[in-house]
């Protein structure tokens, strides 16, 4: 019985240990680039400047579905994928968005690159696009984001801009941070494009 107890705490102490590892290194890792204008009781609005992702397009339904089949032929890409055989570094948060008839996942490229830099995918079905500079609307929550949480949370930021009279257009979307093995301190949040018009003199 002794000797099950040490397993065990062996085997707990282990897990923490590469828990924390896991916590630092997504700490450390380049994080999309953001401006808070406002900040509000359930949300926050942002602006994001032109940003360069990795994108592919998916029929998917869901974002979990959306996740198991897009992130492998992403994750590709960056791990050398590419016109140069290239280690890109992966970065957050990773962007999916639901549509009506087309969904999308995106990875935010690293910005020491650019359009002209950035090794071209071996993958035709991987975009790389120039986002456009936006005004964001958004509303952060921890755990892991299922569908149950995705829409509690996409439903209380739709609330509360209602409250505020803050209009807002285009499919709300799903920003992760972390690795699908990380246990503690995740971070999701949901955002949706707001009148830029609303917010431009703030930027």
Same mark, same amino acid.
Do not use: C, W
């Given at each position: 019985?002794?000797?099950? #107890?040490?397993?065990?705490? #062996?085997?707990?102490?282990?897990?923490?240990?590469?828990?924390?590892? *896991?916590?630092?290194?997504?700490?450390?890792?380049?994080?999309?680039?953001?401006?808070?204008?406002?900040?509000?009781?359930?949300?926050?609005?942002?602006?994001? =400047?032109?940003?360069?992702?990795?994108?592919?397009?998916?029929?998917?339904?869901?974002?979990?579905?959306?996740?198991?089949?897009?992130?492998? &032929?992403?994750?590709?890409?960056?791990?050398?994928?590419?016109?140069?055989? &290239?280690?890109?570094?992966? %970065?957050? =948060?990773?962007?999916?968005?639901?549509?009506?008839?087309?969904?999308?996942?995106?990875?935010?490229?690293?910005?020491?690159?650019?359009?002209?830099?950035?090794?071209?995918?071996?993958?035709?079905?991987?975009?790389?696009? %120039?986002?456009?500079?936006?005004?964001?609307?958004? *509303?952060?929550?921890?755990?892991?984001?299922?569908? &149950?949480?995705?829409?509690?949370?996409?439903?209380?930021?739709?609330?509360?801009?209602?409250?505020?009279?803050?209009?807002?257009?285009?499919?709300?979307?799903?920003?992760?941070?972390?690795?699908?093995?990380?246990?503690?301190?995740?971070?999701?949040?949901?955002?949706?494009?707001?009148?830029?018009?609303?917010?431009?003199?703030?930027?």
């Amino acid at each position: 019985m002794k000797i099950t #107890f040490i397993i065990l705490g #062996f085997i707990l102490l282990l897990f923490i240990i590469i828990q924390v590892y *896991i916590t630092m290194s997504t700490n450390n890792t380049e994080t999309q680039a953001y401006k808070v204008i406002k900040v509000e009781e359930a949300f926050e609005i942002r602006y994001y =400047p032109a940003t360069l992702m990795a994108k592919m397009n998916s029929d998917s339904k869901s974002y979990r579905d959306l996740g198991n089949t897009g992130f492998a &032929k992403l994750a590709k890409f960056i791990f050398g994928g590419n016109s140069e055989k &290239k280690q890109i570094a992966m %970065t957050a =948060p990773v962007h999916m968005e639901i549509g009506d008839s087309i969904s999308t996942m995106a990875f935010v490229m690293p910005a020491v690159y650019s359009i002209n830099n950035l090794p071209k995918p071996t993958n035709p079905a991987i975009q790389i696009q %120039t986002v456009a500079p936006e005004f964001v609307a958004a *509303i952060r929550f921890g755990g892991f984001a299922t569908t &149950k949480n995705i829409a509690t949370h996409q439903a209380i930021l739709e609330k509360a801009l209602e409250a505020k009279g803050i209009m807002y257009h285009g499919n709300f979307r799903l920003l992760g941070y972390n690795p699908p093995y990380q246990i503690f301190g995740r971070r999701n949040e949901i955002i949706v494009a707001v009148n830029e018009n609303d917010f431009i003199g703030a930027n």
